[in-house]
């Protein structure tokens, strides 16, 4: 079966870190590029960050401001995001995202994502 | 930074009727790279239409886009009940690749 499972969210102290991993199957990861979409609750989709296949490219979310990072392994076949000096703001579910076929960036395959609470 | 802008917030419709959604860009958006998506509660979004008027695959011909430049539309000519949810617009053509704020097609 073609999907995504994100995994590592769950409770984060103001100011603490998390890393967030996703398991790609059914398809060919290392062929793909990989993104990061967030919702906060009750909002809209927010981008987050993206990679290219061969990790040439890598992109982010102007409002991130450099705490997160965006990484690929391609031996474990996983995506990852690590999230650093979190804010209650970065409370949101994370989707892990597919690129489009053809290398544009829009999104063909979603993850059922993972809940990031950001609290005190 | 290129802000997407979906007009209406809200749109009440009955089945059968013909639904219309803007998405409007603040700077032109390049070869037409914008792309529609569905998101029904408590699910993640589903890719409906890419290219501003390629449907993606599965997605049923009653729905289509148009546009270019800074003004998309989304047309879903027969509404189903299956349609409802919220619908969002983005654009890839530069990063950041950012997303409209949704509007909510709603049952009348």
């Known amino acids: 079966e073609v999907q995504l499972v994100e995994s590592g969210g769950g409770l984060v102290k103001p100011g603490g870190s998390l890393r967030l991993s996703c398991a790609p199957s059914g398809f060919t990861f290392s062929s793909s590029t990989m993104n990061w979409v967030r919702q906060a609750p009750g909002k809209g989709l927010e981008w987050v960050s993206g990679m290219t296949a061969s990790s040439t490219y890598i992109y982010y979310a102007d409002s991130l401001k450099g705490r997160f990072t965006i990484s690929r392994d391609y031996a474990e076949n996983s995506l990852y995001l690590q999230m650093s000096s979190l804010r209650a703001e970065d409370t949101a579910v994370y989707y892990c995202v597919r690129g489009a076929w053809n290398g544009d960036w829009f999104f063909d395959l979603w993850g059922r994502g993972t809940l990031v609470t950001v609290s005190s | 930074e290129i802000v997407l802008t979906q007009s209406p917030g809200t749109l009440s419709l009955s089945p059968g009727e013909r639904a219309t959604l803007s998405c409007r860009a603040s700077?032109?958006?390049?070869?037409?790279?914008l792309a529609w998506y569905q998101q029904k509660p408590g699910q993640a979004p589903r890719l409906l239409m890419y290219g501003a008027s390629s449907r993606a695959t599965g997605i049923p011909d009653r729905f289509s886009g148009s546009g270019s430049g800074t003004d998309f539309t989304l047309t879903i000519s027969r509404l189903e009940p299956e349609d409802f949810g919220v619908y969002y617009c983005q654009q890839y053509g530069r990063s950041p690749f950012t997303f409209g704020q949704g509007t909510k097609l709603e049952i009348k």
């Open positions: 700077q032109s958006v390049s070869s037409s790279n």
